[in-house]
Nanobody, 126 residues
Framework: QVQLVESGGGLVQAGGSLRVSCAASGRSFSWYAMGWFRQAPGKEREFVSAIGWMSGSNAFHADSVKGRFTISRDNAKNTVYLQMNSLKPEDTAVYYC??????????????????WGQGTQVTVSS
């Protein structure tokens, strides 16, 4: 079992950058595929980015963030990151990280994941 804690959210102006982090407790973090999702007010939670286990050579981003967001992982620190550049007001949302044990691929559906964090708020002002 793993517990996930997001951090790094905040208020940023449009065009700015922010990096959110997700720290995982427990052992064997490298065996988990990880993902980021977000939920804006009044909207359903949506997929943002995902990365495979181990070295994280498999990564995938939603079209809405491709070229602006980058997911990465540091297994020594049990942490996955989401670097967000060129932020837009429509990126405003609560950002959640999620983990799926024992999978080498990347996953884009909420139902694929076993564990979730509590979320961190990202607000982009225009």
């Amino acid at each position: 079992q793993v517990q996930l804690v997001e951090s790094g959210g905040g208020l940023v102006q449009a065009g700015g950058s922010l990096r959110v982090s997700c720290a995982a407790s427990g052992r064997s973090f490298s065996w988990y595929a990880m993902g980021w999702f977000r939920q804006a007010p009044g909207k359903e939670r949506e997929f943002v980015s995902a990365i495979g286990w181990m070295s994280g050579s498999n990564a995938f981003h939603a079209d809405s963030v491709k070229g602006r967001f980058t997911i990465s992982r540091d297994n020594a620190k049990n942490t996955v990151y989401l670097q967000m550049n060129s932020l837009k007001p429509e990126d405003t949302a609560v950002y959640y990280c999620a983990a799926k044990y024992g999978s080498s691929g990347y996953y884009t559906r909420e139902s694929d994941y076993d564990y979730w964090g509590q979320g961190t708020q990202v607000t982009v002002s225009s």
